[in-house]
């Protein structure tokens, strides 16, 4: 990731870098590096990636001005092409990129397909260009202190500048208690800093910044196919590219394989075209998804491995990611950080497949209503959220806001702020590639008709028809059915998994030695609920000095703790939003001043 500090007082940026790189480095694994270019201190630090030794050295012109990438890209249409995603982390692809970003402006990268962040210094204008790619795949953040302007891939970074304030946003935990566990847009848990939306080009000088968008979503042709065959055909072939651009250079490719359709298909192309894949599934062992996951890369002919959720010390291990996901995953999107310290051993690509659902199937898919708006996100009510009718006002809020159809709004208000946490999470340790971004592949399924979207017909009959081995008779977790199963048998499997579960669960009663199957890989409230597990929580959330419960009433949180603990009457992500929110401002001091005192440590 990038980080930096612009201000007409340079004095202090060694030490602010410095400071920065400490708060933000979470591996050993990963590299720093440090320049200061006139006004401008900036910094990258990355994780190495196969035999690239290479100083991240930025690209550089005769009058001062110079170019940084951190990330990579996988193509680029206008400009000739990538041949291979591993040149795209070499000086001569950031020569090449400066030159267009030189020429051009941001527009120049309208088409680079890829998860970056970019920052171009114009030595002439001394002023910085920030830009970022079509999905924010890796967040940037930008705050103005007391002397200049901060901007850093992590919020702790842009609070280690001189003046940033570190004061919550009470308007977080509002919308997060409200939608689904995680904030809306830009908003972080601290007022002081806002995350840069997709497709952004932030100008930063010593005045202060500017923000602008280079492409919207309104470019996109929208479900104006009319040929199923033909945009099937053409799906596929761009599918095997994706996969294949993201499979370049890998030693050990792998992923993090569930029940589901979406990481099922990278399994399914990947094992195509590669040797040696490795699939890490995690949950509690007796679940569904597990065993589902198994199977699928059985048949894959992939090595697989189980790290098991909740196992003891749990808790613990997702309160320490707390600050390195800058608070912005609830307790329940923590279990993906769990895992983490095994996928170096695992693999050094990730093949992600988050969000799959939202890009070829109907997961998100709404026309114009706000009233759809608000069940995608989703809005939950309950004694904390906010009204409906002020619900529903955001909703129109943020489809007006939306550089677009209306049915992007989620790309803009929430997959930044959810789903694309788990992958920036995962980053530092490993190469994370998600084939379902690849640009080439999103724009032809934005073509697909709503009609044949519906109920995720369109993607069931592309992975049904392409991946057999995979698809036609082990069954999809949600369902417990192969895709493309008739309702009647769909009602049967749910009744027969009930059964089943219910003779265990009396056979268990009875003192049977049985393990009765979960029907959720992370069945959250059997274990939060646990007495340490739970004392702890409430402690933190109800805590004498609690920040919600000076925004909502302390009575109204006990109520809602209570409500969950007692009768499961309160959603499991509004109390994970709770602790988390409460657990990150209660430390944040703490934990900037630990990077600080590194900084003083190595110095001496």
């Given at each position: 990731?990038?980080?930096?500090?612009?201000?007409?007082?340079?004095?202090?940026?060694?030490?602010?870098?410095?400071?920065?790189?400490?708060?933000?480095?979470?591996?050993?694994?990963?590299?720093?590096?440090?320049?200061?270019?006139?006004?401008?201190?900036?910094?990258?630090?990355?994780?190495?990636?196969?035999?690239d030794d290479e100083e991240r050295e930025p690209a550089r012109t005769?009058?001062?001005?110079?170019?940084?990438?951190?990330?990579?890209?996988?193509?680029?249409?206008?400009?000739?092409?990538?041949?291979?995603?591993?040149?795209?982390?070499?000086?001569?692809?950031?020569?090449?990129?400066?030159?267009?970003?030189?020429?051009?402006?941001?527009?120049?990268?309208?088409?680079?397909?890829?998860?970056?962040?970019?920052?171009?210094?114009?030595?002439?204008?001394?002023?910085?260009?920030?830009?970022?790619?079509?999905?924010?795949?890796?967040?940037?953040?930008?705050?103005?202190?007391?002397?200049?302007?901060?901007?850093?891939?992590?919020?702790?970074?842009?609070?280690?500048?001189?003046?940033?304030?570190?004061?919550?946003?009470?308007?977080?935990?509002?919308?997060?208690?409200?939608?689904?566990?995680?904030?809306?847009?830009?908003?972080?848990?601290?007022?002081?800093?806002?995350?840069?939306?997709?497709?952004?080009?932030?100008?930063?000088?010593?005045?202060?910044?500017?923000?602008?968008?280079?492409?919207?979503?309104?470019?996109?042709?929208?479900?104006?196919?009319?040929?199923?065959?033909?945009?099937?055909?053409?799906?596929?072939?761009?599918?095997?590219?994706?996969?294949?651009?993201?499979?370049?250079?890998?030693?050990?490719?792998?992923?993090?394989?569930?029940?589901?359709?979406?990481s099922r298909a990278i399994l399914a192309e990947a094992t195509r075209?590669?040797?040696?894949?490795?699939?890490?599934?995690?949950?509690?062992?007796?679940?569904?998804?597990?065993?589902?996951?198994?199977?699928?890369?059985?048949?894959?002919?992939?090595?697989?491995?189980?790290?098991?959720?909740?196992?003891?010390?749990?808790?613990?291990?997702?309160?320490?990611?707390?600050?390195?996901?800058?608070?912005?995953?609830?307790?329940?999107?923590?279990?993906?950080?769990?895992?983490?310290?095994?996928?170096?051993?695992?693999?050094?690509?990730?093949?992600?497949g988050y969000i799959g659902d939202a890009v070829a199937g109907s997961?998100?898919?709404?026309?114009?209503?706000?009233?759809?708006?608000?069940?995608?996100?989703?809005?939950?009510?309950?004694?904390?959220?906010?009204?409906?009718?002020?619900?529903?006002?955001?909703?129109?809020?943020?489809?007006?806001?939306?550089?677009?159809?209306?049915?992007?709004?989620?790309?803009?208000?929430?997959?930044?702020?959810?789903?694309?946490?788990?992958?920036?999470?995962?980053?530092?340790?490993?190469?994370?590639?998600?084939?379902?971004?690849?640009?080439?592949?999103?724009?032809?399924?934005?073509?697909?008709?709503?009609?044949?979207?519906?109920?995720?017909?369109?993607?069931?009959?592309?992975?049904?028809?392409?991946?057999?081995?995979?698809?036609?008779?082990?069954?999809?977790?949600?369902?417990?059915?192969?895709?493309?199963?008739?309702?009647?048998?769909?009602?049967?499997?749910?009744?027969?998994?009930?059964?089943?579960?219910?003779?265990?669960?009396?056979?268990?009663?009875?003192?049977?030695?049985?393990?009765?199957?979960?029907?959720?890989?992370?069945?959250?409230?059997?274990?939060?609920?646990?007495?340490?597990?739970?004392?702890?929580?409430?402690?933190?959330?109800?805590?004498?000095?609690?920040?919600?419960?000076?925004?909502?009433?302390?009575?109204?949180?006990?109520?809602?703790?209570?409500?969950?603990?007692?009768?499961?009457?309160?959603?499991?992500?509004?109390?994970?939003?709770?602790?988390?929110?409460?657990?990150?401002?209660?430390?944040?001091?703490?934990?900037?001043?630990?990077?600080?005192?590194?900084?003083?440590?190595?110095?001496?």
């Open positions: 990731m990038l980080f930096g500090w612009l201000s007409a007082d340079t004095g202090d940026t060694p030490d602010v870098l410095a400071s920065m790189a400490a708060a933000l480095r979470v591996t050993a694994e990963e590299r720093a590096a440090v320049w200061t270019v006139g006004a401008l201190g900036i910094g990258l630090i990355e994780r190495p990636f196969g035999d005769p009058d001062g001005s110079a170019l940084w990438m951190s990330g990579e890209a996988f193509d680029w249409p206008s400009h000739g092409g990538i041949r291979r995603a591993s040149e795209t982390h070499g000086l001569a692809f950031r020569t090449r990129l400066l030159a267009a970003i030189a020429a051009e402006g941001a527009e120049a990268i309208r088409d680079l397909d890829g998860e970056y962040q970019i920052a171009f210094w114009n030595a002439r204008e001394r002023q910085l260009l920030l830009l970022n790619d079509r999905f924010a795949a890796l967040p940037v953040y930008v705050a103005t202190g007391r002397r200049g302007v901060a901007f850093a891939g992590g919020v702790r970074g842009a609070l280690m500048a001189p003046g940033v304030n570190t004061d919550p946003d009470i308007d977080a935990i509002r919308e997060a208690v409200s939608f689904g566990g995680y904030r809306l847009g830009s908003r972080t848990n601290v007022r002081a800093v806002a995350m840069v939306p997709p497709a952004a080009a932030v100008t930063i000088s010593v005045d202060g910044l500017e923000t602008r968008r280079y492409w919207t979503w309104a470019e996109l042709h929208d479900g104006d196919a009319t040929d199923p065959r033909a945009l099937m055909e053409e799906a596929r072939s761009a599918w095997v590219n994706a996969v294949a651009r993201r499979l370049d250079g890998a030693r050990r490719p792998g992923l993090t394989l569930s029940g589901g359709l979406d075209q590669v040797t040696g894949v490795s699939a890490l599934t995690y949950g509690v062992p007796q679940s569904d998804d597990v065993r589902i996951a198994r199977r699928a890369a059985r048949a894959a002919g992939a090595e697989w491995r189980l790290y098991p959720l909740y196992a003891d010390g749990w808790l613990e291990r997702r309160t320490q990611r707390i600050h390195e996901t800058d608070g912005l995953m609830d307790l329940v999107d923590l279990m993906h950080t769990e895992p983490l310290d095994t996928m170096p051993g695992a693999f050094d690509v990730h093949l992600s997961t998100l898919y709404f026309e114009n209503r706000p009233e759809d708006l608000l069940s995608t996100m989703p809005y939950y009510g309950g004694a904390l959220a906010m009204p409906y009718g002020e619900a529903l006002a955001a909703a129109e809020g943020m489809i007006r806001r939306t550089p677009g159809p209306a049915r992007f709004a989620p790309y803009e208000q929430k997959l930044p702020q959810s789903t694309n946490r788990i992958t920036a999470a995962a980053r530092p340790f490993a190469i994370v590639r998600r084939p379902f971004v690849d640009y080439r592949f999103f724009e032809l399924c934005q073509r697909i008709p709503a009609a044949w979207r519906a109920q995720h017909r369109w993607r069931e009959q592309w992975l049904a028809s392409t991946y057999p081995e995979c698809f036609a008779r082990i069954p999809n977790q949600q369902t417990g059915v192969p895709l493309q199963s008739s309702r009647l048998r769909w009602q049967l499997a749910r009744a027969a998994r009930f059964g089943w579960r219910r003779m265990l669960k009396g056979a268990r009663a009875a003192g049977l030695p049985v393990a009765v199957p979960d029907r959720s890989y992370h069945p959250d409230e059997r274990y939060w609920s646990q007495r340490a597990e739970r004392h702890a929580i409430e402690h933190t959330i109800l805590r004498p000095d609690s920040i919600s419960c000076e925004v909502f009433g302390r009575s109204r949180v006990d109520e809602t703790v209570r409500a969950f603990f007692v009768t499961g009457a309160a959603p499991v992500q509004v109390v994970g939003a709770l602790y988390v929110f409460e657990r990150y401002h209660q430390t944040l001091a703490a934990s900037l001043a630990d990077a600080r005192r590194q900084v003083t440590q190595h110095a001496c």
